[in-house]
């Protein structure tokens, strides 16, 4: 059973057509989801951090999995700002049993 209540695909986007978590930059959710895929580690790593940052919670989970966040762990750090201790807890508690 998953306890996570990601944000619907329809409503991530706003009305020109970026998803809320890119509010800043020029992306189609489409371009952000195929860099995730073939870009090189350090832009992963930035957009990865950029999601996690901005996202909900639950809405990092949709476009990346625990173990894409845990191997870019040491690249994405400088990228989540003051999320990084909420980010460094929920890692650490998913570890246990």
Same mark, same amino acid.
């Given at each position: 059973?998953?306890? /996570?209540?990601? *944000?619907? $695909? #329809?409503? /991530?986007?706003?009305?020109?057509?970026?998803?809320?978590? +890119?509010? #800043?930059? #020029?992306? &189609?959710?489409?371009?952000?989801?195929?860099? +995730? $895929? &073939? %870009?090189?580690?350090? *832009?992963?790593?930035? +957009?990865?951090?950029? /999601?996690?940052?901005? %996202?909900?919670? !639950? !809405?990092?989970? &949709?476009?990346?999995?625990? %173990? !894409?966040?845990?191997? /870019?762990?040491?690249?994405? @750090?400088?990228?989540?700002?003051? &999320? $990084? #201790?909420?980010? @460094?807890?929920?890692?650490?508690?998913?570890?246990?049993?």
């Amino acid at each position: 059973m998953s306890l /996570l209540n990601p *944000t619907p $695909r #329809d409503c /991530l986007l706003d009305a020109q057509a970026r998803p809320y978590f +890119l509010w #800043d930059v #020029d992306m &189609t959710l489409e371009r952000f989801e195929h860099l +995730l $895929r &073939t %870009a090189d580690r350090e *832009t992963r790593a930035y +957009l990865v951090g950029k /999601l996690m940052r901005q %996202a909900k919670p !639950d !809405d990092v989970f &949709t476009f990346v999995g625990e %173990a !894409d966040i845990r191997d /870019l762990w040491s690249d994405v @750090q400088p990228y989540l700002g003051k &999320t $990084r #201790d909420f980010w @460094q807890w929920l890692m650490t508690a998913r570890e246990r049993p």
